[in-house]
């Protein structure tokens, strides 16, 4: 018999797994939402956001929150330079030139990061190791900190997309951008917001992921980069809550194959799973299949 | 340019023009390693070379040609990879030169276009960033599977395979992939192809059997992506999963792009770009070039600039890449094509006064 405790145990790892997942697929979701294109160096920015926590929670000595905001706006920023200068030049290129330039801006954060500081680091303990034992189940400080940080973050975003003028006028671009300039929106301005939202988030994942998987290499933002793509196909890529849904479903995936198999094993299944999903539901979960215009 | 459109233009001379430059790269392929004329160094950077043009040159019939966005060609180059080399090693023992060879080769092109089979019945439904996802999802279970099999040593990776891949060789299969995807482009089905990166449904509605195109452009875009898998196994000694990971694919993305979409001769020239720029940024040969500079300077540049080379070179590279597409968004040579592969009958039509061209 499959022992309650363990499961339960098991599913707030995956909790953990997927709210981190989920604050990257955000921003793949939110850029592909307004541009209708793949930020592939969003798994970079992220990898730059877990440097930046790095640099401050360990070089400077900073306590966790302003470290955390440190990683966050310094992401922030670096996803509106991004957007400015490789990016916006190409809104009227071929959709696919905009991807290649963005895997080649990843490549190029990996190699600065590389340049800058070429070996692994390993992130000391910075919270106290406290946990609590609930019904046989133990919560550690570090996971109710991501987990309820990461769902504070994902409220937080919904109410700016969905209740803000802001978020307003972001879902008006993803909409239809012909039309919505000559409404007085100044896209401009919301796409590089929408850029510096995305990677502020991403910040927050990569100092998150720093905290609870202590290792940080400037090629971790390639795989998790990728998985978090993942989430948000899964979950129907343009769709914010979609996203959500797909990297919890990951993580949650990711952790029941651990958990029963061996390790190996995981990236197979996982993987078998989407296309699965694909063949039957190609638009994703929450995605809208468009019409197609002749 | 023109003189040699016009020397092309008739058709005797072009055909034995090109046979001419193929029989002469043959037999300067075979002269280069047995006179030694050049360093073994540099010999190695042509194997490398020719294994990145029969890639680039098959992941464009799928990313350019067809217009899909496919990132999995390192999943099929580790299928062709491992296949010939467990050939060699456990089924044929090779120990060294045999005719068993291109067999194996062959063998593993056939394994990996087999794959390529399967990865096209989802872009029968699915297109754009979604193939990109199954293929991506291709390369991740492939990836796996072959840690998981102890046959091929997990993933710790096979060793003892014999050098057997010699530039004769790769220039051989080098000329083939290209014969044999410059005739698929200009045949029918070719121009189903660019008909289908055009506007599927409107192709589909010509007349164009759109679903037997795709299968056939992924088995034989796959099939040389195991025929390149194969010589670089026999040409390295080594292989193991993490050679084929996602950043190869990566690299055969950027050669793709970088040389420009669509254009066999884009495919050559971002090929031997990259690895050229890859082995020139390196603080070695920017010593020997400069070495000729007086001693307090060169001491300088040494020390100051050219040792910070093989950081700067990672970043140089995508550098390029991204003022590329910034200013030429197809590729250098994107849309564009060289005269060699361009069929007389085209070239011919093109010149008529009020036609179009090809795209």
Not at chain 1, 240 to 265: C, D, N
């Amino acid at each position: 018999m499959i022992d309650l405790r363990y499961v339960l145990q098991q599913a707030l790892n995956a909790l953990q797994l997927g709210s981190i997942y989920a604050l990257i697929a955000l921003g793949y979701t939110m850029v592909y939402g307004v541009l209708t294109m793949i930020n592939f160096a969003h798994g970079d920015v992220f990898m730059v956001g877990a440097f930046l926590f790095f640099t401050a929670s360990v070089l400077l000595h900073l306590p966790f929150v302003p470290a955390l905001l440190f990683a966050m706006i310094g992401t922030a920023m670096l996803g509106a330079a991004i957007e400015r200068i490789a990016y916006k030049p190409l809104r009227s290129a071929p959709r696919v030139s905009a991807i290649i330039t963005a895997l080649a801006v990843g490549i190029f954060l990996e190699s600065a990061i590389l340049a800058v500081n070429p070996y692994p680091r390993s992130i000391p303990q910075l919270l106290p190791d406290t946990t609590w034992s609930f019904g046989g189940v133990s919560f550690s400080l570090l996971q109710v900190l991501v987990i309820s940080l990461s769902l504070g973050l994902m409220v937080v975003l919904d109410i700016v997309v969905y209740h803000t003028r802001v978020g307003m006028a972001m879902r008006a671009i993803s909409w239809d951008r012909t039309i919505v300039p000559l409404m007085g929106v100044p896209v401009n301005l919301i796409i590089t917001f929408t850029f510096a939202l995305g990677a502020g988030l991403a910040g927050a994942a990569g100092s998150m992921y720093a905290l609870a998987y202590p290792v940080i290499d400037p090629y971790m933002g390639v795989m998790v980069g990728w998985k978090a793509f993942i989430a948000a196909v899964v979950g129907g890529i343009g769709n914010i809550r979609g996203a959500m849904i797909g990297a919890f479903l990951l993580g949650g995936v990711e952790i029941l194959v651990a958990a029963f198999l061996p390790s190996t094993y995981r990236d197979f299944v996982a993987f078998s799973l989407l296309l699965a999903l694909l063949v039957l539901r190609p638009h994703g979960i929450l995605g809208k299949a468009r019409p197609q215009k002749v | 340019m023109r003189a040699i459109q016009d020397l092309l233009g008739r058709r005797m001379p072009r055909r034995m023009f090109l046979l001419a430059i193929v029989a002469a790269g043959l037999a300067l392929s075979w002269a280069i390693p047995h006179g030694n004329w050049v360093n073994k160094y540099i010999q190695m950077i042509l194997v490398f070379i020719g294994i990145n043009i029969i890639l680039a040159s098959s992941l464009n019939l799928v990313n350019g040609y067809m217009g899909e966005f496919s990132v999995g060609h390192a999943g099929f180059m580790a299928v062709g990879a491992y296949m010939s080399s467990v050939l060699t090693l456990k089924v044929f023992h090779l120990t060294g030169p045999s005719a068993l060879f291109p067999v194996a080769i062959l063998a593993g092109g056939l394994a990996a276009g087999l794959c390529g089979l399967l990865v096209a019945f989802p872009s029968f439904r699915t297109r754009g960033d979604y193939l990109a996802i199954v293929t991506l999802a291709f390369l991740m279970i492939v990836k796996s599977v072959i840690e998981n099999i102890p046959y091929l040593e997990g993933a710790s990776g096979l060793v003892g395979m014999k050098r057997l891949t010699t530039l004769p060789w790769v220039y051989f299969w080098m000329v083939l992939t290209l014969w044999t995807l410059r005739n698929f482009i200009y045949s029918t089905y070719g121009r189903g192809i660019l008909a289908i990166r055009e506007d599927e449904l409107a192709a589909d509605i010509m007349g164009v059997d759109t679903r037997r195109v795709k299968v056939l452009v992924f088995v034989v875009s796959s099939f040389f992506a195991g025929v390149a898998g194969g010589l670089y196994a026999h040409y390295l000694q080594f292989i193991s999963p993490r050679s084929f990971d996602i950043l190869k694919s990566t690299d055969i993305i950027l050669m793709v792009y970088l040389g420009g979409i669509a254009s066999l001769g884009g495919s050559i020239l971002g090929a031997t770009l990259y690895q050229v720029l890859m082995e020139v940024l390196r603080p070695g040969t920017f010593n020997q070039a400069f070495s000729w500079l007086p001693d307090p300077a060169f001491q300088w540049l040494s020390d100051r600039v050219f040792s910070h080379l093989d950081v700067w070179r990672m970043m140089i590279l995508p550098l390029l890449l991204i003022l590329v597409m910034l200013f030429r968004p197809r590729g250098i040579m994107g849309l564009r094509e060289l005269p060699i592969f361009v069929p007389l009958r085209d070239i011919q039509e093109r010149r008529k006064p009020g036609r179009g061209g090809e795209p």
